[in-house]
Structures are given as structure tokens and as C-alpha cells.
T-cell receptor
């Protein structure tokens, strides 16, 4: 079974731009969660999508948004990028009896 | 939001040594999970501990959940370079749960050959 895939793996943007990251979950998984990881703050929960609906959200500003498609693939968007948005963005899909989370390799975003 | 503190933040040891890392909170958890994250990869789930006082072993790794379900520890026996990585603890993921999922900041372990 293929794992969680994220594209692109690396991205460089400048302040003020916007960015869209993509996540393809494990086949059959309907829940997709997004996290931001930085050295200072660690791994922080952004939001969770299930069946195209956001059902949980972390404490991030409205510049961070996401969506999920009917095939469970998910995208997250960050508008008006700030230097502090530089981070590793991780996607996780969950499924099975205990809804175990499986993480993708992440997208490393650098904002200049 | 349930906060988790992990210690130590960094640990560098020689191959063959034993070590213990900790995950503490003032909150009670129904269950806790430990993950390991290697450079350039996402975290991988190692174990879920559910019962207070529970001990789970995964080869050379021993996980313990505190009796009061507020803390957990991970003990590695005879560490190997392949154990190098960031060890994270978190409450068990509850899809759609009302609690915001918060990970500890992790313990970065380096095992030198």
C-alpha cells in the first residue's frame, strides 16, 4: 500500500506571495490532517478534513486554509506569506480501527 | 489544550549506552502515543499506551505510561545509530475530537558510532 505523498517536497517563496501544498492520503483513508513543524514551536496542528469537511482546526490565522476533494486528496493554502511561515508542513492520513495517523515526508517551505 | 513537556530536549550518546526520555503533563490522558521522526521524513508511530502503569516493549525500546496517566517514558537499551531521530509524544489522535492535538517539542537523540 502506498504511503502518504506530499508535493512539492521543497518550495521557496517571497513574503506576500501565496502557496498551495498538496497531500495524497493512503488509499481508503478519509481523514487528512495538516501540521506545521518549526524548531521553536515543534509540531503544531493546523486542521483536519474528513469527507471534504473541516472538522477540527488549530490556532492559526485565517491566512491558513485547506480543502479536501472527493477522492480524499487535500490541499492547504497559505496566503500573504510571512517570514515566520517558513517551516516543514506535514500531512497525515488516518484510517483503520484505531484511526492511526500516517505522516507524509512533508513539504519544506522557505519564505524569503 | 493539553500541554506536553518532553525532556531532555537534546541527547547525544555513544552506541551501546542506555537512555530514558520523558513526556510530562499536568493533564490526564486517556492514551498517549510515541513517534520517531528521522531527518527528512514525517513522524512514524512507535506505540500507543492506554492503561495507567502499562509497560510496552518494542525490541530494545520500553515504553511506560504513568499510573496517573499524566506522564510517560521511553527507555532505550543498548542504543544504536539507527535509533537517531526526534522522539515525539502526543495524546492519541482522536479524529474530529474537540481537543486540539498538541505534540511535545520532542527529544532529539543522536547515537554516535
Amino acid at each position: 500500500k502506498a504511503g502518504v505523498t506530499q508535493t512539492p517536497r521543497y518550495l521557496i517563496k517571497t513574503r506576500g506571495q501565496q502557496v498551495t501544498l498538496s497531500c495524497s492520503p493512503i488509499s481508503g483513508h478519509r481523514s487528512v490532517s495538516w501540521y506545521q513543524q518549526t524548531p521553536g514551536q515543534g509540531l503544531q496542528f493546523l486542521f483536519e478534513y474528513f469527507s471534504e469537511t473541516q472538522r477540527n482546526k488549530g490556532n492559526f490565522p485565517g491566512r491558513f486554509s485547506g480543502r479536501q476533494f472527493s477522492n480524499s486528496r487535500s490541499e492547504m493554502n497559505v496566503s500573504t506569506l510571512e517570514l515566520g511561515d517558513s517551516a516543514l508542513y506535514l500531512c497525515a492520513s488516518s484510517g483503520g480501527a484505531r484511526e492511526t495517523q500516517y505522516f507524509g515526508p512533508g513539504t519544506r517551505l522557505l519564505v524569503l | 489544550t493539553q500541554l506536553l513537556e518532553q525532556s531532555p530536549q537534546f541527547l547525544s550518546i555513544q552506541e551501546g549506552e542506555n537512555l530514558t526520555v520523558y513526556c510530562n503533563s499536568s493533564s490526564v490522558f486517556s492514551s498517549l502515543q510515541w513517534y520517531r521522526q528521522e531527518p527528512g521524513e514525517g513522524p512514524v508511530l512507535l506505540v500507543t499506551v492506554v492503561t495507567g502503569g502499562e509497560v510496552k516493549k518494542l525490541k530494545r525500546l520500553t515504553f511506560q505510561f504513568g499510573d496517573a496517566r499524566k506522564d510517560s517514558s521511553l527507555h532505550i537499551t543498548a542504543a544504536q545509530p539507527g535509533d537517531t531521530g526526534l522522539y515525539l509524544c502526543a495524546p492519541e489522535f482522536q479524529p474530529g475530537g474537540s481537543e486540539k492535538l498538541v505534540f511535545g517539542k520532542g527529544t532529539k537523540l543522536t547515537v554516535n558510532p
